[in-house]
């Protein structure tokens, strides 16, 4: 990699990520719309959502590799996002709670004139959670911005009974899909 990724995300998980991989990077957040479009399925938003990171990020730097990323928390087909606050948060774990969902990230990648975007899919099955369990972890403040109302690397990875896919997927970034599309296009180069 000639210059270091331009990482168009202002997520502490995604940078962590990046730095365990060795990838050197630089951070720049950009301001789009994040609201999900009347209709929208979870895979179409979440791509959309990182496709317009990525290209709201390379107004600021002309060459060189971007990646944006987006992650969002399925269930029965419906977004679930970042809580609007504390209610919102025990509203979605109750939901939750002793059952199965989903976590998407998309991954959106630009270098030399190419582009590759990706969605990744994580099943991640909750053990059943009682009222007070879910209100002294929401008192926490661990799932206030975080899709889902929850952090898998932190406090709320006890409430995981089981996953099938991608641990780094639900943190917020696809460890192995992204140095696969990176290298892919040319932008990472003798990786590791």
Known sequence: MSAPLLLASGSPRRREILRALGLPFEVHVVDIDERPLPG?????YVSRVARDKRVAARAARPSGAILAADTTVTLDGAVLGKPTDDA????MLARLAG???QVLTAISIEFD???HDEVVATEVVFAPLDRPTIERYVATGEGRDKAGSYAIQGIGGGFVARIAGSYSNVVGLPAHETVSALVRLGAVTGWP
């Open 40 to 44: 929208e399925e979870p895979r179409a």
């Open 113 to 115: 004139g190419r582009a």
């Open 88 to 91: 919102d948060a025990c509203t």
């Open 99 to 101: 059952r199965a969902h």
